[in-house]
Each structure stands twice: as C-alpha cells, then as structure tokens.
T-cell receptor
C-alpha cells in the first residue's frame, strides 16, 4: 500500500517569497492534516480537513498561510510571504477519519517537506 | 488545555540497557495515548497505542501502560538496540483524531 506522498522534500527560499507544498494521502483516507514541526519541538497542527471541508484551522496563520483540498484527495499548503520563523518541516498526515477510525485511529505521516527561509 | 510533557533528551544508552522515557499528560475526558517514533530520515510512524485506562500497548519490545491515576504513559524497553536510535514522541488524541504532541525525546544507543 502506498504511503502519504509529499513534495518537495526540501525547499530553500528568501524571506518574503512564496512556497507551496503538495500532499497525496493514502487512498480512501477521509481526513488529512498539515503539521508544522520546528526544530526541537513536537509537530503542531496547522489545519485538519475532513474530505474537502475544514475541521480545524485555529492555529493556521491565515494572514500568510493557506491550504486547500480539492475534490477531497490531494492537498496544497501555501505560504506567502514567508518569514524566517516559518523555517520548519511541514508534515502531511492522513487517517480514515470519523467514527470508523474512532479515538484510537492511527495517523499515517509522510516524510515531510523541509523549508529553510533565509 | 490538553498537553503532553515528556522527558528531555538526548537519552544516551549502551546496547542492551533498559530504557524508560517518561510521559505525563493533561486532558479532559478520556483520551487515547500513543507513542510515535521518527527514525533518521524517515516520517513519523506509530509505535504503540492505548485507548483506555490500564491498557498496555506493546510493539517491537516496547511497552507503555495507560495510567489514569498518575496521568502517565511511560515508554519502556528491556534491552535496547542500536537500531532503536530515533526520536520518540508521546502523543494524546483528544478525540476526532486531533493529536497533541510532546516535544520529543531523542534516544541514542551505542554499541
């Protein structure tokens, strides 16, 4: 079974530039997440989708970050304009979601996209 | 709010030593608890889980018991190997698959 795919793996940009990350979840997974992992910290949830609707985006800095999940499958996360403090690994995860998965449902993570802002 | 506190690393051990990584949590309701592991150059993956009090999760020789009275979920392994070197995250699921991560503990095992 194919895992969660993310691209690009690495990106280096100047501050104030824009960047986009792409995620393809595991087939059939209704729930998709974007996490931000700053060096030395645990991942922090940015946004959670259930199919193509947003469940939680309370920690997404909406003045510069945006995310969409068209057709309830692939997702893109965009940062515009980037700041130095956005340097982090951006993790995408997916799960079956909803009552099927229950509270013990497992999240499956991609390898992440490492962003360096200079 | 819901939170997870885990011991800071790095934890440095020799091969075959006993491992404990402490984890305590604060949550309302009845969360599920997980340990996720991140091996060098790889994505996060589930190591083990427990969905209710007194449950014991186990996998690959690792164990953790969900202790509601002490709000803890400590990770243990009787004999670590070099291949266990990784970052370990204690994680809380407050429901609807919303995860709260600890800061991670790096384990370094030397031959």
């Amino acid at each position: 079974e194919a895992g969660v795919a993310q691209s690009p793996r690495y990106k280096i940009i100047e501050k104030r530039q824009s960047v986009a990350f792409w995620c393809n979840p595991i087939s059939g997974h209704a729930t998709l997440y974007w996490y931000q992992q700053i060096l030395g910290q645990g991942p922090k949830l940015l946004i959670q989708f259930q199919n193509n609707g947003v469940v939680d985006d309370s920690q997404l800095p909406k003045d510069r970050f945006s995310a969409e999940r068209l057709k309830g499958v692939d997702s893109t996360l965009k940062i515009q304009p980037a700041k130095l403090e956005d340097s982090a690994v951006y993790l995408c995860a997916s799960s079956l979601g909803g009552a099927v998965a229950g509270p013990g449902g497992e999240l499956f993570f991609g390898e992440g996209s490492r962003l360096t802002v200079l | 709010g819901d939170s997870v506190t885990q011991m800071e690393g790095p934890v440095t051990l020799s091969e075959e030593a006993f491992l404990t990584i402490n984890c305590t949590y604060t949550a309302t309701g009845y969360p599920s608890l997980f340990w996720y592991v991140q091996y060098p150059g790889e994505g996060l993956q589930l190591l083990l889980k427990a969905t209710k009090a007194d449950d014991k999760g186990s996998n690959k020789g690792f164990e953790a018991t969900y202790r509601k009275e002490t709000t803890s979920f400590h990770l243990e392994k009787g004999s670590v190997q070099v291949s266990d070197s990784a970052v370990y995250f204690c994680v809380l699921n407050t429901g609807f698959q919303k995860l709260v991560f600890g800061t991670g503990t790096r384990l370094l095992v030397s031959p």
